[in-house]
């Protein structure tokens, strides 16, 4: 065999080998704490609530015309090192726990909520949030309705997160809101609860499927190894 056929050979099989994919991916859950949070309350307008165990989303006003507000806002420290290198973010859920109400707002609602989940648009303190200083938000991403019942509120927040490991769009956090009257109670990261009734980000990341993998590599491989089999074959007829 000449040395020309040789390093053909050569170039066929390191190049096509440098494409396998890894067919031994696992995908992995990631689970993030929330970091701040704090829930403004429109009938105490200037009342930083950082420090308290409860947050809430509801809008109700009381038989005697006072406006009993709620809005719940959440940062996660969430950053492209949350994703292993190697996979992709393929799902970011945000979980909270709708696990009480309270009569204290007067005679509120008992009809079905409606929780919203938003994208936070400008900075904000966790420290010296109020309802009067409190961020702008996106339109809702996400909304769950027909809520009846204590229980896991689940958002499906990929498309945000996904901007915020890529840095496309900067981490402002999430907000909650509701338009509706039933008083929602969630858990803060100051709450006496077991960790997994706190406010928490899911993350799902997963290598990309080994058949893209294929597909992409195969193309790849077709232009390389074109323009290394031309140089190989060039010098092999002026040798």
Not at 160 to 176: E, R
Not at 201 to 217: K, N
Request: hydrophobic share 45%.
């Amino acid at each position: 065999m000449s040395r020309c056929l040789m390093n053909l050979i050569l170039i066929v099989m390191v190049v096509a080998a440098s494409f396998i994919p890894n067919v031994e991916a696992v995908a992995g859950t990631v689970a993030l704490a929330v970091n701040e949070d704090s829930a403004p309350y429109a009938f105490l307008p200037s009342l930083p609530r950082f420090n308290s165990p409860t947050l809430y989303a509801f809008d109700t006003v009381s038989e005697t015309g006072a406006t009993h507000a709620f809005e719940s806002y959440l940062w996660f420290d969430v950053t492209a090192a949350d994703v292993p290198a190697g996979e992709v973010l393929t799902e970011a859920l945000l979980v909270v726990t709708y696990g009480f109400d309270f009569s204290g707002f007067g005679d509120t609602s008992t009809d079905p909520a409606t929780l919203e989940c938003h994208r936070v648009s400008e900075t904000w303190d966790q420290t010296m949030l109020n309802w009067t200083n409190r961020p702008a938000i996106e339109a809702a991403f996400d909304s769950i309705s027909q809520i009846d019942g204590f229980g896991a509120l689940i958002c499906d927040a990929t498309p945000i997160v996904f901007d915020w490991v890529h840095g496309t769009q900067p981490n402002h956090g999430f907000a909650l809101t509701s338009p509706t009257e039933r008083v929602m109670g969630m858990y803060s990261s100051e709450a006496d609860v077991d960790a997994s009734l706190k406010p928490t980000l899911f993350l799902t990341t997963e290598v990309p499927e080994p058949g893209l993998g294929v597909a992409l590599g195969f193309g790849v491989v077709g232009l390389v190894l074109r323009t290394r089999l031309a140089r190989v074959e060039n010098a092999c007829e002026s040798s």
